[in-house]
């Protein structure tokens, strides 16, 4: 198939060629003929398929006709990376429609948001938070929005954002058009399906089949020694932009400090930065000053940089689809990635359904010149305890009155470990400020 075949305007056409594709990939090529014809869609498909050029050419090429300065199209997404990420790309592709996208999402300051609102844009992409707080405060109108795009439906539901979700789809018309994609369909993510789409066209790229680009790895090593193993990984790998995710954003930090002190270009991204900080950390390492970065699952959200040759998994992620997630992060149009796993014993029921997911088992290696026989320091000699989880439940009120975030790199939650992501209890509902940016 060809992009010709759909039809697009001239406009949207340079659009393509400013992007640089020629082909369309499997998601483009099913779900872009149905949202042409105004069908909603339910569009599986994980990060790095090309989903958002999916949604992102039809949706331009409706805007195109009809007014102007009104938000027409809303897209909804569970990062502020993300939202990021989707904006540029409608930037580039519809640079020669006229029509103007901006993003709105929190740990920023509401009034260059509110300003750009007032000037009249056509499509808005924004997080949950952020945006209710601008409907709570008369920002922004959503009465003449005609297409609703709900991005990475199951990380928002991951994140605790769909009581949001359900408030902020309250402001919109009934009669619209609306798109949901998700990597995964978690019965909760079903359940929103089928309240906001009406008679929808199911379409699904192998949300299991990561880029066949990307070979998989595993190092087997003691807790302990993880972050030897990773030097040495390093120091014997040709790598050239390099992902590490860790299961909590304290692990991520001092990794990112031990890489630095041992002279790498490295960086550590989690939730506890201020937003400049974060931008300089995306950015250096999207422009390679940086050759490492050191991420927890939710803070590495919507990172989209092409040239990610490794993607290390310093602890393994706690669903088979969260691996399927990172690892999408390398190996993106048909370049070629690597993704490596540190496991220790406490992971093999993970590593089994994680080879169960991609359908193949995943090779152990061992460095032939890296001592696995140093014993752990006496107070880790003991095998990995799980997380003792706290008395309280989860989204409980802390000290200072407010609801306590969801713990970030989400490991399995008090009462949720060991379940798959589709099968935790909702976390809390509504996001602290902090963490409403993402
Ligand atoms: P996405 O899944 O939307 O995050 O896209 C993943 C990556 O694929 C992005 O870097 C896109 O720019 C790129 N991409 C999207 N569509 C195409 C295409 N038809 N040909 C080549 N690259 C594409």
Request: overall charge positive; proline content about 7%; aromatic content about 4%.
């Amino acid at each position: 198939m060809e992009f010709n075949s759909f039809n697009f305007n001239p406009n949207i056409v340079a659009g393509i060629a400013a992007a640089g594709y020629t082909t369309p990939t499997p998601i483009q090529a099913e779900a872009i003929p149905p949202v042409m014809t105004g069908r909603d869609v339910l569009g599986l498909a994980q990060t790095g398929t090309g989903k958002t050029a999916a949604f992102a050419l039809p949706m331009l090429q409706r805007l195109s006709e009809g007014e102007r300065g009104k938000v027409r199209a809303l897209i909804v997404a569970p990062t502020r990376e993300l939202a990021e990420q989707i904006n540029e790309s409608i930037i580039v592709l519809g640079k020669q429609t006229g029509l103007r996208s901006m993003t709105v999402y929190g740990g920023v300051s509401i009034n260059p948001q509110i300003k750009n609102l007032r000037r009249g844009v056509e499509i808005v992409v924004a997080c949950p938070g952020r945006l209710l707080d601008h409907i709570g405060q008369g920002s922004i109108n959503l009465s003449q929005v005609e297409m609703l795009i709900l991005d990475e439906a199951d990380r928002m539901f991951d994140m605790g954002f769909l009581p949001d979700i359900r408030r902020i789809i309250k402001q919109i018309p009934r009669q619209r058009q609306t798109l949901l994609f998700s990597a995964t369909m978690p019965k909760e993510i079903l359940r929103l399906a089928h309240e906001v789409l009406t008679n929808p066209e199911t379409v699904k790229v192998d949300s299991l089949a990561p880029a066949t680009t990307v070979s998989h790895a595993l190092y087997p090593v003691g807790q302990h020694l993880k972050t030897d193993l990773l030097l040495q990984l390093l120091k014997k790998t040709n790598t050239e932009s390099v992902l590490v995710f860790t299961r909590t954003k304290h692990r991520a930090k001092r990794l990112g400090e031990k890489l630095t002190k041992v002279g790498y270009k490295a960086a550590s991204l989690q939730g506890n930065l201020s937003q400049n900080r974060r931008q300089a950390a995306l950015s250096g390492f999207r422009d390679g000053s940086y050759q490492i970065l050191v991420a927890t699952d939710i803070a590495a959200r919507g990172i989209d940089v092409s040239q990610i040759s490794h993607v290390v998994n310093f602890d393994i992620p706690d669903t088979p689809e969260a691996y399927i997630h990172r690892i999408g992060r390398t190996g993106r149009a048909a370049r070629t990635g690597d993704a490596f796993t540190m496991i220790s014993s406490e992971d093999t029921l993970m590593v089994r359904a994680i080879e169960k997911a991609l359908g193949q088992e995943i090779q152990r290696h061992t460095l032939s010149d890296f001592d696995y026989s140093v014993p752990a320091p006496r107070k880790e000699a003991q095998p990995a305890k799980p997380a003792r989880p706290p008395k309280s439940k989860p989204g409980v009120k802390t000290s200072a009155g407010r609801r306590s975030p969801r713990p970030e790199g989400y490991g399995p939650g008090p009462g949720n470990k060991g379940k798959p992501a589709s099968r935790r209890r909702p976390q809390t509902g509504r996001s602290t400020p902090a963490s409403r940016g993402h």
